[in-house]
């Protein structure tokens, strides 16, 4: 409930009596003194996003990402225009768009994707608020801009929730990714995304299926986020957006292109990266279902194996400590050079009193990883087996 809290009060503050001036737009870009001003803003704030240790660094991704955008911009208003695509670290369901172009994605919405012809459907929405002058169109309809900007980011700051946000993205993302823009322009982005994939040969209906998946998601699993993407009523919107669209017979009959494979292809390291900061964040299920999908793609490897029993070992129901040996066990036996499970294994015997089992387990992972970062932690493991004595 909280996080609704506060996206009605950021939404009260982007939307609350703003009609967003319409902007000429074929004036160009950066020509005008507030939207070089706008930019020199951005700027700063993707200076600290790019410097925070949270992107998600794979140039066969990032090209990857690129080259879908090309092909969306082919039709576009602006096909000179540079976008730039960018993964951020984070679980949570989100991408923004900022003025000059660049498009942040978390790991968390990519993970949740089928195909393709999804992503295209993101991608074209977000590439529409760069090209369509969002960003500018909402600062001209504010009369106090500096008052606006500081009453966003004092929103932002003053609930923990989201303070590392609101430190990494900057008031200018912070709108976008919190609140969005105005209904009007939310809807202007919905409907020329759903035209830009589907002149790319993409099947527009896999926007509604995306949409439907996330809302599902987000009921099932109880999720709630300060993100834009990621909660109810905004969800709820794309996906009327989207049926709306559909039901005016826009779909081109032939454009069926999804694209599954190759994108599954490019997204495994993402979905296994994503369930590894979902599960620090505590959210068992949703880790669970990630890996399970990942091993989908992947069967036979060791570290999503290793990665289950880590779900069972920290969740600690019932039975969940059987269960993660048995992973721990076909994660060793899949690659006995990998010295995760081994340590696993040994803080498992560890804490069941099994000291010698134990360290045998840890002796291996030092073996395997002689300057592991937590060497000094597994040796003083290993002094306390050592001081317990022989067991039978």
Request: hydrophobic share 40%; with cysteine; charged share 25%.
């Amino acid at each position: 409930m909280k996080y609704f809290i506060i996206i009605i009060s950021i939404c009260a503050l982007t939307a609350g009596c703003i009609t967003p001036h319409a902007v000429p737009l074929n004036e160009g870009l950066k020509s005008t003194e507030d939207e070089q001003h706008l930019w020199r803003r951005v700027q700063k704030e993707q200076e600290a996003i790019n410097n925070s240790g949270f992107l998600y660094h794979e140039p066969e991704l990032e090209n990857y990402l690129n080259r879908i955008v090309q092909k969306l911009q082919a039709h576009s208003i602006a096909p000179d225009f540079e976008i730039q695509i960018k993964v951020i670290k984070d679980p949570n369901l989100n991408a923004l768009a900022y003025p000059n172009g660049v498009i942040y994605i978390h790991s968390g919405i990519l993970a949740r994707m089928d195909n393709e012809a999804q992503l295209a459907a993101l991608l074209s929405h977000e590439m529409t608020h760069c090209t369509h002058r969002h960003s500018l169109r909402v600062i001209r309809s504010i009369k106090d801009r500096p008052a606006y900007i500081a009453a966003v980011q004092d929103t932002l700051a003053n609930i923990s929730a989201v303070q590392k946000v609101a430190r990494l993205l900057g008031a200018i993302g912070s709108m976008a990714a919190v609140s969005g823009y105005t209904r009007e322009l939310e809807s202007e982005a919905d409907q020329v995304g759903l035209d830009l994939m589907t002149k790319a040969n993409y099947d527009s209906t896999e926007a509604l299926r995306l949409f439907e998946h996330l809302k599902q998601e987000i009921e099932a699993e109880g999720i709630e986020e300060p993100f834009f993407f990621g909660t109810h009523p905004n969800v709820q919107q794309r996906i009327e957006n989207v049926s709306d669209w559909l039901a005016g017979d826009n779909r081109v009959k032939h454009a069926v292109v999804k694209n599954t494979a190759e994108f599954q292809a490019r997204m495994q390291g993402v979905v296994l990266t994503n369930a590894r900061l979902d599960l620090r964040l505590g959210r068992f299920d949703i880790a669970q279902k990630t890996v399970a999908k990942y091993l989908a793609m992947q069967p036979n490897d060791a570290r999503a194996y290793y990665l289950f029993g880590e779900i069972f070992r920290q969740r600690d129901r019932r039975d969940d400590a059987k269960t993660a040996v048995s992973y721990y066990e076909k994660a060793i036996s899949l690659d006995p050079s990998y010295p995760e499970p081994h340590k696993a294994m040994g803080l498992m015997h560890y804490k069941e009193g099994e000291k010698q089992r134990a360290k045998k387990y840890f002796e291996s992972c030092l073996l395997l990883s002689p300057n592991t970062s937590d060497k000094a932690y597994i040796q003083g493991y290993l002094k306390n087996c050592a001081l317990s004595g022989e067991e039978s």
